[in-house]
Nanobody, 122 residues
Framework: QVQLVESGGGSVQAGGSLRLSCVASRNIARMSWFRQVPGKAREGVASILTPSGMISYADSVKGRFTISQDSAKNTLYLQMDSLGPEDSAMYYC??????????????????WGQGTQVTVSS
């Protein structure tokens, strides 16, 4: 079993920045950030394959968000810049052991954090 604990959410004005962190109880192959607003499906935001460092982003956040990892601390980060109201959501850290396959489907992930709220005001 893997525990994931997120932190770093909060409220910010449009154009601002936030950094999310996710501490894992052990290293796992793929770690991703998802977000969800009430009434909508959970959406993949960014993902990293921890062995290789290969990174993927959703088109909606490319150029604004940066995913990174500190392998020594088993910690995943999401630096979010140029935030807009459309980025307001509950953000979740997710992990899985499978290396192959796409990264955007929530059902492919076994481990989830409790979520951290991000609210961006205009």
């Amino acid at each position: 079993q893997v525990q994931l604990v997120e932190s770093g959410g909060g409220s910010v004005q449009a154009g601002g920045s936030l950094r999310l962190s996710c501490v894992a109880s052990r290293n796992i192959a793929r770690m991703s950030w998802f977000r969800q607003v009430p009434g909508k499906a959970r959406e993949g935001v960014a993902s990293i394959l921890t062995p290789s460092g290969m990174i993927s982003y959703a088109d909606s956040v490319k150029g604004r968000f940066t995913i990174s990892q500190d392998s020594a601390k088993n910690t995943l980060y999401l630096q979010m810049d140029s935030l807009g109201p459309e980025d307001s959501a509950m953000y979740y850290c997710a992990g899985r052991t499978a290396l192959i396959g796409g990264w955007t489907r929530p059902s492919d992930y076994k481990y989830w954090g409790q979520g951290t709220q991000v609210t961006v005001s205009s």
